[in-house]
């Protein structure tokens, strides 16, 4: 959801406020529709407000979420090269290592290389014949490194001297990966529910402080007319359907 989008929605709140306190001053605003009174026009403030703070809440523990999720997943690639490195040169089955090469495609974000295609003005391979992949989750990132540990713990001459290598020290980091993408999908969550609430409060059919603030105008309108300065006040003061 974009910046300009959430501060539509706070315009929209704090009008509301500017035309409580402009209709308060009104000596004939008498409206004999509840949720126009007064007192419903605060109490629908006092909601808004609350329900913004409580979007923006969740949007911060989402947003520290995602931010922790990328610290935990910055050196899985750089790692991941680094294991693929050393089992160059164990002299491994062919099978084995294009298996392990695979995975570290699929992490790094990248397939296989084609075969190059011959460019027909030179006769060399073409450039640019890698193909990325890079729509990858960070959830199946996680899945094909712990395939990639579980074919490490098969390789018999996989005993890295780097202790960042050793499969002691590769298993509780995969494990990290995997727990650092609970509380980001968790976090959402509760963002969607907030923003839900949010958007009944602001623009529900009928009930909305959207159709709220319009329909104060039109009793300003319907007790002072069309040409009094008491209407346009109220009309000056703008309210937005704003994107959800």
């Not at 629908?44 to 809440?57: C, D, F, G, I, N």
């Not at 899945?143 to 002691?168: R, V």
């Not at 104060?216 to 009309?235: D, P, R």
Request: with cysteine; charged share 20%.
């Amino acid at each position: 959801m974009s910046s300009n989008s959430e501060v539509g929605h706070a315009k929209n709140v704090a009008n509301l406020q500017k035309l409580i306190e402009q209709v308060s001053v009104y000596t004939l605003y008498n409206p004999p529709v509840k949720n126009l009174q007064i007192s419903e026009l605060q109490s629908l403030y006092t909601t808004a407000v609350a329900k913004l703070a409580e979007v923006e809440e969740k949007r911060t523990a989402n947003k520290n979420a995602i931010t922790q999720r990328q610290i935990t997943f910055e050196k899985l690639k750089p790692i991941c090269t680094r294991i693929i490195s050393l089992l160059d040169v164990l002299a491994l089955p062919e099978g084995t290592l294009n298996h392990a090469k695979t995975l570290n495609r699929s992490i790094q974000g990248k397939s296989k290389k084609p075969k190059p295609a011959e460019n027909p003005d030179s006769g060399q391979p073409a450039t640019g014949s890698q193909i990325s992949t890079s729509r990858q989750s960070y959830t199946q990132q996680a899945e094909n490194f712990g395939i990639l540990l579980q074919l490490l713990a098969t390789i018999p001459s996989y005993k890295p001297n780097e202790d960042d290598l050793k499969l002691s020290s590769l298993t509780p980091y995969q494990a990290s990966l995997v727990s650092a993408t609970q509380p980001v999908d968790q976090t959402e969550a509760e963002l969607n529910v907030r923003l839900i609430e949010r958007n009944q409060i602001l623009y529900a059919e009928e009930t909305g402080l959207y159709i709220i603030a319009q329909n104060v105008k039109k009793y300003v309108k319907s007790i002072y007319g069309a040409t009094s300065a008491e209407y346009a006040k109220v009309l000056s003061i703008k309210f937005k359907m704003v994107p959800k």
